[in-house]
């Protein structure tokens, strides 16, 4: 089930400056590192979570309930934002402030934590770039804006000016988020997911904020480009800056309604291939896609992606996937659409050996496709 040779004229997310065959070793040796360091909260009368390590969230039992935490960056979506504002006028930075808070929650919450704190990280290139105000302000309104969206305290924050360090005019943007899990039943690392669950797929708003770098890079072959119609009326660079939908209202909204995910993956860096995470010897048989957005139709044929490509490094359609007993997969989803986010049972998990099978599109991800540990 192996796709065809790219063509030579393909654009890579290699090839835009973004090799995870040499940033995933990094993570792998800071993983191992971090897990001797565990044993510190013994002396606090606490103890880890030995199975988050490796997950998108960390998580420490502290007697009564579980206690989570993130960190994530932005990466470069801010680049297109200011690309739009000098060609356009307007200030994107309300969705951008939302793509932020939406990389740190969206991954919170896999392990069953309902987000409680959040806090800021704005690193500007230099003090210039707070003057001006509606840039600045629709930062502040877009990143309460998130925070009620996911009912969350904005803690606070740290605003360096980094001259040297970040570029002039520029800003690297951040969030932490730390969360409860309470009762401890919600959380999940995985430890219930076993053959016979559904796979859900939460549909996404675009591209989100992964896969920046290659989407930034392809402007280079487009005859306008950010200007460039993606569909009429839409132009490349909007659609780029759809902000990341916030998923949290979901996973809340299925522990109301009784449902458990046995294992949630949040679909950013990697693509598809995020459904491989758990280390479990699973296979996932996908048998219905979910639409693909046009942007990321718009990537994939003029970045001449096949679809083992494509499926690798975007979301090409879903942000986030819930595993849920089989019994609950319908209600999941309807849960979700009445959360006000597209949904549908897009396959089940298999006994076999680990792999991703996505069946309409003929593509395979083995278990050397993802090595997060």
Known sequence: MKSTPA???TLSYEQAGVNYDLIDPLKVAAQRAAKATGAHLAVHGFTEVEASRGESAYVVDVGPFYLASIVECLGSKALVADEMKALTGKSYYA???????????????????????????????????????????????????ACDTCQVAWGGGETPALAGIVADGRIDLAASCTGLIN???????????????????????????????????LVER???????EVSPGLSYGEALLAPTVLYSPV????????????????????????LLRHPATHTYRIHSVPEVTPVL???????????????????????????????????????????GVKAMVAGAVEAGPKRLLIEPLNIEFGDDSLQLR
């Not at 487009?222 to 460039?228: D, N, R």
């Not at 996973?251 to 995020?274: D, F, M, S, V």
């Not at 595993?323 to 309807?334: G, I, L, M, S, Y």
Request: charged share 20%; with cysteine; net charge neutral.
């Open 7 to 9: 063509s030579p004229d």
């Open 95 to 145: 969705g951008i402030a939302q793509d932020t808070i939406a990389m740190a929650i969206n991954d919170l919450i896999t392990v069953g934590a309902t987000p409680l704190v959040v806090q800021a990280y704005w690193a500007a290139g230099g003090s210039d770039w707070f003057s001006d105000a509606q840039r600045a302000q629709a930062l502040v309104e877009g990143w309460k804006a």
């Open 183 to 217: 009762p401890k039943e919600r959380l999940s690392v995985g430890d219930k997911l076993a053959p016979g669950d559904a796979i859900v797929l939460l549909a996404s708003s675009g591209i989100h904020a992964n896969g920046l770098s290659l989407a930034r890079k």
């Open 222 to 228: 487009l005859p306008k480009g950010y200007l460039t």
């Open 251 to 274: 996973t809340e909204a299925l522990y109301k309604a009784g449902i458990q995910p046995h294992y949630c993956a949040n679909i950013t860096g990697h693509g598809w291939r995020k």
């Open 297 to 339: 139709k718009f990537i994939q044929q003029h970045a001449k992606q096949d679809d083992q490509e494509a499926y690798s490094t975007l979301n090409m359609g879903a942000g986030f996937a819930i595993f849920v007993k089989a019994e609950d997969a319908q209600r999941t989803v309807e849960v979700a659409q009445a959360a």
